[in-house]
């Protein structure tokens, strides 16, 4: 029987699949949500690619994402430029922000930078979102492609996503132009090539 549900899980689509784990996601509660935000924070932050970068490109945690803030918050600590992405139309750019109160709702409320400097997307680690992964890093984002669409046009940021255990399955659909994160971090799990 087990096989047999794993087999018809594989034929999940992209939709029926990002519907099942944000429902999933919606059942962690305030405090496993904080919980789990702080062990990523701590894994992300101890991360050999976060102490060597120079610049950090996040995202703000939206509706139930894992936490970015206290990510944001140390890098600022530690004296790295804070870019965080705005969507323009069809595209996502990075704008640099030094606080919290430069953001305002944006693109599906979700907090953007209003204006500052724009990103170069030359040197920077990307800490990206996303609903599903698998362990192999296979990545279902939102569905609109933005992360997407701004990797593949500049294929030497190194990459990271954050999400929580229930958003890591045995496997995701992939398709040719999904963009596989280099380095993916649960609240108990950090998973990439060699490791």
């Not at 594989?10 to 949500?33: M, N, Q, T, Y």
């Not at 690619?49 to 703000?60: L, N, P, Q």
């Not at 990075?94 to 409320?109: A, K, Y």
């Not at 669409?149 to 040719?176: G, I, K, N, S, W």
């Amino acid at each position: 029987m087990e096989a047999l549900q794993i087999w018809v899980r594989s034929l999940e689509s992209k939709k029926d699949i990002r519907h099942r784990v944000l429902e999933a996601r919606k059942e962690i509660g305030p405090l496993k949500w904080q919980k789990a935000t702080e062990g990523i924070t701590a894994a992300v932050t101890s991360h050999m690619r976060f102490r060597e970068a120079t610049d950090i490109y996040c995202y703000v945690d939206h509706q139930g994402e894992a936490g970015t803030r206290l990510i944001i918050e140390e890098a600022w600590r530690l004296g790295k430029d804070v870019w965080v992405p705005r969507v323009l139309g069809r595209r996502m750019e990075f704008f640099h922000i030094e606080n919290f109160s430069q953001l305002h709702p944006g693109t599906m409320g979700i907090l953007e930078p209003e204006e500052g400097a724009l990103a170069d997307g030359a040197d920077a680690l990307v800490i990206m979102p996303g609903v599903a992964f698998d362990r192999d890093r296979r990545r279902i984002g939102y569905g609109g492609g933005y992360y997407d669409r701004y990797l593949a046009a500049h294929p030497c940021l190194p990459t990271m996503a954050v999400a929580f255990d229930c958003q890591v399955l045995d496997e995701v659909p992939y398709d040719e132009y999904d963009i596989r994160p280099q380095i993916l971090v649960t609240e108990t799990s950090v998973y990439e090539d060699g490791k």
